[in-house]
């Protein structure tokens, strides 16, 4: 498995983790509050500058009360 591989389906994450935030009509702020994480960080995984740990990718999904397959699995 190649880093563009890995690379790409990051970027995909990031991606339905935003549109998903988008939907519900969250701010950044208000996702990271309850993820209880920083609001930039937030901000630089949704750019896809930044792969959150698996703990932070973990408290994402709580906050959105998903189970962490739910940004990874192709919909």
Known sequence: MST???SRQASRVATRMK???ER???SQQKLADMAGIDRKT???I???HFSPSMETYFM???AYKVSPSHFITEK
Do not use: F, I, K, S
Request: glycine share 6%; charged share 35%.
């Open 4 to 6: 563009t591989y890995a």
């Open 42 to 44: 937030v901000n630089r």
């Open 24 to 26: 519900r009509n969250w």
């Open 19 to 21: 549109q998903e935030r």
């Open 46 to 48: 949704e750019r896809g």
């Open 60 to 62: 994402l999904c709580q």
